[in-house]
């Protein structure tokens, strides 16, 4: 295949990029949705394995898949590898900052590596995106509050708290 490309190339300058973009989104959704499936089964290693790949190619082909670094950090955070799930989340929250589910995870795997700082901080930010995006009163916005009003007061950092939670 990779020779009838470069032929093709050759002689007309260049590929039909559209139909070249489908192709390769089928390949990222065919791994992504194989991964999955072996996460739903508890098979870790090889729901690993397979969104990684489609993790690579949606990055080696400039196609922003977000959602791919969202669903590796759930599978690492489920493993206890918090600090592998706090790079590859990171890394989607650099990529889409608007999201709060990722402030959220990453608050769970510094609350779980004892950085309860950073995990209140975290939390936070999750409830500001969610806030702004959706309000004060939405469930998900008041669920993460509740955690960062727990981890405060459990860890007697009630001072990183903003007014606006209601402490």
């Not at 470069?6 to 039909?16: A, M, N, R, T, V």
Request: hydrophobic share 35%; proline share 2%.
């Amino acid at each position: 295949m990779i020779i009838a490309r470069s032929k093709f190339i050759e002689k007309h300058g260049k590929l039909d990029t559209k139909s070249d973009k489908v192709q390769v989104e089928g390949h990222i959704e065919s791994y992504k949705n194989l991964g999955n499936s072996y996460h739903f089964s508890s098979d870790y290693l090889n729901a690993l394995k397979n969104l990684k790949k489609a993790l690579k190619i949606s990055e080696s082909n400039n196609i922003a898949k977000v959602r791919l670094y969202f669903e590796i950090g759930n599978i690492l955070i489920e493993t206890e590898e918090f600090k592998a799930a706090i790079n590859i989340l990171t890394q989607g929250f650099k990529l889409e900052p608007t999201l709060g589910g990722f402030p959220f995870k990453l608050g769970i795997c510094y609350e779980q590596l004892k950085e309860y700082k950073k995990a209140i901080e975290n939390y936070i930010l999750c409830a500001k995106l969610r806030k702004d995006d959706a309000g004060l009163e939405h469930k998900p916005t008041q669920d993460v509050i509740k955690e960062a009003i727990r981890l405060a007061k459990q860890t007697n950092n009630e001072n990183l708290l903003p007014e606006w939670m209601n402490k």
